[in-house]
């Protein structure tokens, strides 16, 4: 049973500050991994992807993977109001595979 | 970003009923996902779809469940006897341009009520 694990939080953080989601998945075949924001009611949003162990940056965003520690996580650095929401880790194999997703982790930026 | 249309955005039926949740591309796609969320829990893999054929199920794509492409460019879910436990967020998503390892695109989803 393919498995990806995240705190369900809230995870709250002061306007400006670092955010760090963290995610675990138990199916070592796992490739690659994403990262989606839902905001209640609406349909998860890509953010990031990440295939290779180490940091990849995109903007604000960095992804981490560590596949020894079967580990993913994301920084959100200069944190917004507008970043609250639900930050979804999902996993998934090679070519067009199926995705499994963890429940998210809620995120609040306070002003 | 490859984008997607679902319809409708609610729909609200009654238990027993039959329901047909609809999902458009906006460019010409062979391959496509459904995923569900039941509020306040994960989002689930239902089926994707492969050039007319079912590529890959999950246990809970059971016997209620068909996916069509009707008309070459509609892709459809049906639910033939919807439960109370049937109501979710359903999503229909397509993959991303990179190929391998690809992500998913999700439409807006269709919030399916049952009563």
């Known amino acids: 049973q393919k498995e990806v694990e995240q705190n369900s939080g809230p995870l709250s953080v002061p306007e400006g500050a670092i955010a760090s989601l963290n995610c675990t998945y138990s199916d070592r075949g796992s490739q690659s991994f994403f990262w989606y924001r839902q905001y209640s009611g609406k349909s998860p949003e890509l953010i990031m992807f990440i295939y290779s162990n180490g940091d990849k940056e995109d903007g604000r965003f960095t992804a981490q993977l560590n596949k020894a520690s079967q580990y993913v996580s994301l920084l959100i650095r200069d944190s917004q109001p507008s970043d609250s929401a639900t930050y979804l880790c999902?996993?998934?194999?090679?070519?067009?595979?199926?995705?499994?997703f963890g429940k998210g982790t809620m995120l609040l930026v306070s002003p | 970003e490859p984008e997607v249309t679902q319809t409708p955005s609610h729909q609200v039926t009654q238990m027993g009923q039959e329901v047909i949740l609809r999902c458009v591309p906006i460019?010409?796609?062979?391959?496509f996902y459904w995923y569900r969320q039941i509020l306040g829990q994960k989002v689930e893999f239902l089926v994707s779809?492969?050039?007319?054929?079912?590529?890959?199920k999950s246990e809970i794509f059971d016997d209620q469940f068909s996916v069509e492409r009707p008309d070459g460019s509609n892709f459809t879910l049906k639910i033939r006897s919807t439960k109370l436990e049937d109501s979710a967020m359903y999503f229909c998503a397509i993959p991303g341009p990179h190929g391998v390892n690809t992500e998913a695109f999700f439409g807006q989803g269709t919030r399916l009520t049952v009563v």
């Open positions: 999902a996993a998934g194999n090679s070519g067009y595979s199926t995705l499994t």
């Open positions: 460019s010409n796609h062979l391959y």
């Open positions: 779809f492969y050039n007319n054929e079912i590529s890959e």
